[in-house]
Structures are given as C-alpha cells and as structure tokens.
Nanobody
C-alpha cells in the first residue's frame, strides 16, 4: 500500500513558478513509476508528466513540455513537479499517482495509487 500526499500548490501570477511535491509512504516507493495529472473545473483529468522508477526516463504532455520538469528523490520518497512560465490555462487540481509497472506511462488506468491533489491557480 502506498499513500501519497501532495503539497506546494497555491496562487501565482502568469509567468511565475511553483514546485509541487508528492510525499509517499511505503517501503517500495523506488520501484514505482510516478505521474502527475491535473483536472480543471468542468474538465476531465489530464496527464501532465511521468517518471520511471529510476528517474532516468521522463515523458511530458505536449502542453507542458519545456515548461515543467518532473524529478524524484527515492531516498526521500518524494516526486517533484517544477512548473515554470505558468499560464492561466495551467489552473487545475494537480494529483500525483504511483504505478506498479515501474515504467513511464501516460495512461490513468496504469496507476494504482492516487493522492488527494493540490490546487494550482494562475492569475492573468
């Protein structure tokens, strides 16, 4: 069992930056792939970024490529999402998720554990 707790959300002006953190419990964190997803009001949840168990493979949604960076620290059981050049359309609840498959994946159904999410609001 893995429990995930996100933090770092908040209100930021367009062009600003935020860093989200996702702290995990459980002994097998280092074997999981991790992902970030987001859900804007009235919209479906969308994939944002994913990183494999070892941290040497990442994949991003086209909408955030070049602006967001996913990373992980297995010793701290934490995954991060550095978000730069934020836009109003990045406003959403951001959730992290863990996949037992271990490899990068953008498919929601391949994630086994989910956090509650943290709100990110970007003002224009």
């Amino acid at each position: 069992q893995v429990q995930l707790v996100e933090s770092g959300g908040g209100l930021v002006q367009a062009g600003g930056s935020l860093r989200l953190s996702c702290a995990a419990s459980g002994r097998t964190f280092s074997s999981y792939a991790m992902g970030w997803f987001r859900q804007a009001p009235g919209k479906e949840r969308d994939f944002v970024a994913t990183i494999n168990w070892g941290g040497d493979s990442t994949y991003y949604a086209e909408s955030v490529e070049g602006r967001f960076t996913i990373s992980r620290d297995n010793a701290k059981k934490t995954v991060y999402l550095q978000m730069n050049s934020l836009k109003p359309e990045d406003t959403a609840v951001y959730s992290c998720a863990a996949s037992m498959k271990g490899q990068t994946t953008w498919r929601e159904r391949e994630y086994d554990y989910w956090g509650q999410g943290t709100q990110v609001t970007v003002s224009s």
